[in-house]
Each structure stands twice: as structure tokens, then as C-alpha cells.
């Protein structure tokens, strides 16, 4: 079974520019996680979706950061403009039910380098 | 210290050896998860464990949650190299938090 699919696994760009990563959550699950990760601050909920519907998006740090998920398939998280304090490893998650009363599966992650 | 907080931070034991991490949080919680993250790559859920529970087994992999303290700890028996790895707990109080998790590094 494919398991979480994120894309790209890298990316390196300038500050400024908008950045758009890519996650397919397993099929069947109905909720899906983006998370950011580094060093001083662990592993932080930017946002959960449930249906495709947004449910918790308190984590997302600012107006720059915005996250869709278009269909059961298929969600993005964008940064627009971005900076240097966003360069972070980024996961998308999906479970099959409601917040830790089941397992999260995690992709891989993006790692992020804003210059 | 944060919801969700491990230690120790970093912890290295001989090959064979038991490895302990202990993990505090604050709010009441309904389940609380632990995960493995090898570098470089995803979290791999472990075990989960529901707020009525106590004890569960997976393996060589032993948890205990004590909701009166606010805490669960993770046994690792007879560890093997393959388990060098972060460890982390997760709960869902008031918001879904991870620790920063546990450094195991086990020596040859």
C-alpha cells in the first residue's frame, strides 16, 4: 500500500518567492495533517482538515501560510511570501479517524530553505 | 516544561540493554501516542494508548500512561541497533501537541 505522498521532498528558493508543497494522503483516510518541524520548536499543527473541510487551523503561524485540500486526494500548503524563518521540514499526515484516537501515518516531509 | 514533553532529551545505551523515556504533559488527555522518527524521515506510529488504560504491550515495546501525574513512559527491552532512533509522545488535550522528543542512540 502507497503510503503518504509528499512532493517536493526539497526545496530551496529565495526569499520572497511563493512555495507550494504537495501531499496525497492514503486513500480512505479522512483526515489529513500538515505539521512543521525544527530544531527550537519540535513538531507544530499548522492545520487538520476532516472531509476536506479545514477544522483546526489555529497552528497556522500567519497570513503568508494558507492550506487547501481541493479533494479526498490531494492538499497544499502554501507560503506566500515566504522567508527565512519559514526553512523548516515540513509533514503532511492522514488518518482514518479523529485526532489520536487512531494512528497518524507521516510522509517523508519537504525540507524547506528559504535564502 | 510544554505539554507533551519527553526525557531525557538524549539517551545512549549498550546493545541489549532496556531504554526508558518518560514523557509529562499538563491537560487532561483522551489518548496518547507514541512515534519513532529515523533521520531524515516521517514519524512511524508505535503504540497508542486511551486514557482508561494503563499498560500496553507491542513487541518489545512496553507503555504505561498514569493519569494522575500527568505522564506515560515507553520501555524499549533488548534494544538493538535498529532502534536508534527519536522518539516522540502525542496528546490530545486541549490541541494535538508533540514533544520534542528523545534522543536513543544504541552503542555496538
Known amino acids: 500500500d502507497a503510503g503518504v505522498i509528499q512532493s517536493p521532498r526539497h526545496e530551496v528558493t529565495e526569499m520572497g518567492q511563493e512555495v507550494t508543497l504537495r501531499c496525497k494522503p492514503i486513500?480512505?483516510?479522512?483526515?489529513l495533517f500538515w505539521y512543521r518541524q525544527t530544531m527550537m520548536r519540535g513538531l507544530e499543527l499548522l492545520i487538520y482538515f476532516n472531509n476536506n473541510v479545514p477544522i483546526d487551523d489555529s497552528g497556522m503561524p500567519e497570513d503568508r501560510f494558507s492550506a487547501k485540500m481541493p479533494n479526498a486526494s490531494f492538499s497544499t500548503l502554501k507560503i506566500q511570501p515566504s522567508e527565512p524563518r519559514d526553512s523548516a521540514v515540513y509533514f503532511c499526515?492522514?488518518?482514518?479517524?479523529?485526532?489520536?484516537?487512531?494512528?497518524?501515518?507521516f510522509g517523508d516531509g519537504t525540507r524547506l530553505s528559504i535564502l | 516544561s510544554q505539554q507533551g514533553e519527553e526525557d531525557p532529551q538524549a539517551l545512549s545505551i549498550q546493545e541489549g540493554e532496556n531504554a526508558t523515556m518518560n514523557c509529562s504533559y499538563k491537560?487532561?488527555?483522551?489518548?496518547l501516542q507514541w512515534y519513532r522518527q529515523n533521520s531524515g524521515r516521517g514519524l512511524v506510529h508505535l503504540i497508542l494508548i486511551r486514557s482508561n488504560e494503563r499498560e500496553k504491550h507491542s513487541g518489545r515495546l512496553r507503555v504505561t500512561l498514569d493519569t494522575s501525574k500527568k505522564s506515560s513512559s515507553l520501555l524499549i527491552t533488548a534494544s538493538r541497533a535498529a532502534d536508534t532512533a527519536s522518539y516522540f509522545c502525542?496528546?490530545?488535550?486541549?490541541?494535538?501537541?508533540f514533544g520534542k522528543g528523545t534522543r536513543l542512540h544504541i552503542l555496538p
Open positions: 491537560t487532561s488527555i483522551n489518548n
Open positions: 499526515a492522514s488518518s482514518w479517524y479523529r485526532p489520536l484516537n487512531q494512528p497518524q501515518h
Open positions: 486513500s480512505g483516510h479522512d483526515y
Open positions: 502525542a496528546t490530545d488535550g486541549d490541541k494535538i501537541i
